[in-house]
Structures are given as structure tokens and as C-alpha cells.
């Protein structure tokens, strides 16, 4: 390998771990002294996706058009081009490069951004279809996860008994020690935006999709969900060591942790058994267009993204997911506040200043956000889920949203 090749290796396994300064460092400096054409090629893709990342699009299409003359088959550039043309309105020109390009050979990421011009064509039938193909694709990425994990951890929290008081007395696991804010829900329902908000104040720490409880419930031995209240002060406190060390080891640094991961609903249980003191945020979105977001996005497959390769599965997953919510406030008593994410996007100074307000952090003087639009978008595929709508429409009602 030669160290042009090395040092390339070097950006990409930055930019992977989230070290976007350092990537972008490595790949300028090779884009500036490197005669290697293929490096250079390369080195100006991946500088164009995190250009993109951080919503710099006129630098991103400079960097994927210089790539793709360099090397018009290269992936990453075409992506990063196509996006560019895309968010610049011009979804138009991106259609017209990938349709030149048979629709059986493109990428998942290139059939995905097909999808998207589609839909900001105003094609939606054709946008759906591209997608539902995308999802298809990406369900043979990995034929070994367990797709019945998920339910049978449904299944098994429902049936578990209610939690039963426990003493927090001096001295026991629960006592003393930090308590993390928790944010939670369904996929693509704003847990990742409130994270963020809230992440920009210097005395919390984010800790974004760290299967940190994950960590915590090893050390139960079995007993999550249905043996919670045999759980001994021992297994509590090792279950906490386990999840801090899991925090410490992806989010390190001081103040106060915010996980956000939407599954952890599934968890509250567990979490208010090893945190009875900290708050519990359960963020909830139309329910059709949660559905439909998560079934448009193109989520690596595992265990529990498995249930969004299709519609139909979408659907009956996030009613099980969120009827299960239901029965762990009201029958469990496990203690949530709701934030909805239409609120969220249009008040989110509002929101962010309570919640932070709850935990003891202060925002005068912090970060001010801008509202955002909240235009429904699964109206433009009401016929591929009218199958489901009998299912989800009463989920709406309770959730607060009339039937439209």
C-alpha cells in the first residue's frame, strides 16, 4: 500500500468514527499533494459527503463533480452529486443521471436518491415504488438477524408484572449518582432532533443511539422484563456500572447525559428500575407519517430495523410498539412525559428551555432554534397506506391527532 493509499485509509476511518475535522484534514491534504488520480478521486468523494453533512451543498457538488471527472463510475461522488443537484431544486437533472443508469444496477444509496427526486418531482407513485424497492434490497443485506427478537420482547413486556415500589434508602444502587435524561419513542418521531437541541448545551452530554441500556440489561441476569422486581441491589448496581461505562466509552465527558435511542421505550421498564429518578421523554408524531418516515429511510438491517423492510410490517410494528407504550404508563405506572414533534419543530425554544429547565440546566444565553415546517407527508401516499389506516387511525386519536 502505498501512503497516499495509507493516508486515505486513515480519512476514512476518521470519517467513519465521527472525527469529521481530521477526515476532512487528511482528504484536503491529499487532494492538494497527491498524483495519484484514483486517491485523489476518491479523496474529493468523501470530502463531498461530509461537506454535505454539514449542509455546505455548493462546496459538496464542486468536490463530487471534481471526483467525477476524475472517475465518472465513482459511487460516493455520484451520491454526493446527485443529493447536491436534489437540495439546490434541481431534482429534475438529478433524475436525468440516474435514469440514464439501469435501475437494477444502482446501489441502495442511489435507488434511495431516485426515490427523493421522484418525490420532489411530484411523482409520488414512482417515488414509493423506488423506495419499497430500496427496502427490499436492503432486507437481503443480512439474512441471519433474528426477526423474532423484537416480538418476543413485545410480547414478554406485556405480560410482565408491574413494578412493584422499591425503597430508594441511603446507601442502595439508586440513591445516589447521576440521572440520565431519557428520550425515546418511535423511530423518526423526533428523538434525534431533541438530542440534538439539547446536546448544544455545554453542561449535557449526548449520548445519540449508544445501546447503552443494552449494557445494563446483561447484567440482570435474564430477569428484564418479566423478573424486574426480583432484580437484588447487586444486579441494580452493576447493571448502572455497565451502562455508565457504556456511556463513558461513546460519549465521553462531563454534564449531565441525554440518551436518545427510540427503541428504548421498549425498556422503561427497565430504565425506571435502575433510574427511578430520572425523567422519561416519550416522543410521538402522527402516526402515518411516523410510519411512512420509517419505512422511507434506509436503515442498515438488524434486529429490530428488520420489522421496516416493508409497509405492511412498518405499520403493525409501530402499532404493537406504541400500544405497548400505552399499557407501560397506565397499567405499569412507569412514569413519561410527552413531547410531540409537531410542537417540537414549530416551539422547539419552548420545549428545549422546559426540559432542560427540568433537569437543572439553565438556557439563558444558549443556542436559539428556528422553527421548522411540519408539513405532513404522508398524505402523498394515503392509497399505498389506506390497508393500514383502520389500524393506525385509532393510535392518532389517542395520540392527540383528529383523523384527516
Known amino acids: 500500500m502505498t501512503y497516499p493509499e495509507e493516508a486515505l485509509a486513515h480519512g476514512v476511518a476518521c470519517h ?5 475535522a481530521e477526515a476532512r484534514s487528511v482528504y484536503e491534504a491529499l487532494i492538494s499533494h497527491s498524483l495519484d488520480t484514483r486517491v485523489n478521486g476518491a479523496a474529493l468523494a468523501h470530502l463531498a459527503t461530509i461537506h454535505l453533512r454539514q449542509n455546505r451543498v455548493q462546496e459538496a457538488q464542486m468536490a463530487a463533480s471534481q471526483a467525477l471527472e476524475r472517475n465518472d463510475d465513482n459511487g460516493t461522488a455520484l451520491w454526493a452529486w446527485v443529493q447536491c443537484e436534489r437540495r439546490l431544486g434541481r431534482p429534475d437533472s438529478s433524475l436525468n443521471t440516474l435514469n440514464r443508469r439501469s435501475t437494477h444496477t444502482l446501489p441502495p444509496q442511489l435507488l434511495h436518491e431516485l426515490a427523493l ?9 414512482k417515488a414509493f415504488l423506488a423506495f419499497k424497492e430500496v427496502k427490499r434490497r436492503l432486507s437481503f443485506a443480512d439474512l441471519d438477524v433474528d426477526r423474532s427478537l423484537l416480538l418476543r420482547y413485545l410480547e414478554n413486556t406485556s405480560r410482565s408484572p408491574a413494578i412493584e ?8 444502587p439508586t440513591a445516589s449518582g447521576q440521572n440520565p435524561l431519557f428520550i425515546v419513542g418511535f423511530n423518526e418521531s423526533g428523538i434525534t432532533e431533541l438530542g440534538q437541541m439539547l446536546g448544544q448545551h455545554p453542561g449535557i452530554r449526548l449520548a445519540s443511539e449508544v445501546p447503552a441500556i443494552d449494557a445494563a440489561r446483561k447484567k440482570l441476569n435474564g430477569k428484564d422484563p418479566s423478573g424486574l422486581n426480583n432484580v437484588t441491589n447487586t444486579e441494580i448496581s452493576d447493571a448502572r456500572k455497565a451502562y455508565f461505562q457504556t456511556i463513558n466509552h461513546h460519549a465521553p465527558g462531563d454534564g449531565i447525559i441525554v440518551d436518545a435511542l427510540p427503541l428504548n421505550l421498549l425498556a422503561s421498564k427497565l430504565i425506571h428500575t435502575l433510574f427511578p ?13 411516523a410510519v411512512i418516515e420509517t419505512f422511507f429511510k434506509p436503515y442498515a438491517l438488524n434486529n429490530v430495523t428488520c420489522h421496516f423492510d416493508r409497509l405492511e410490517r412498518t405499520a403493525l410494528t409501530y402499532a404493537g410498539v406504541l400500544t405497548l407504550a400505552q399499557q407501560l404508563v397506565t397499567e405499569h405506572e412507569v412514569p413519561m412525559a410527552t413531547v410531540h414533534y409537531e410542537d417540537l419543530m ?5 420545549y428545549v428551555e422546559a426540559i432542560a429547565s427540568s433537569v437543572g440546566i ?4 444558549q443556542h436559539r432554534f428556528a422553527p421548522r415546517s411540519t408539513v405532513p407527508r404522508w398524505t402523498n401516499y394515503r392509497a399505498e397506506l389506506s390497508r393500514w389506516l ?15
Open 390 to 404: 383502520p389500524t393506525l387511525q385509532p393510535l392518532s386519536e389517542t395520540l392527540g391527532y383528529p383523523a384527516k
Open 362 to 365: 439553565d438556557w439563558t444565553g
Open 165 to 172: 415500589a422499591r425503597q430508594c434508602t441511603e446507601g442502595s
Open 346 to 350: 414549530t416551539h422547539p425554544g419552548t
Open 117 to 125: 427526486s421522484y418525490e420532489a418531482m411530484g411523482e409520488h407513485r
Open 277 to 289: 429518578e430520572s425523567e422519561i421523554i416519550h416522543c410521538v408524531r402522527n402516526p402515518m407519517d
Open 16 to 20: 467513519r468514527a465521527g472525527q469529521l
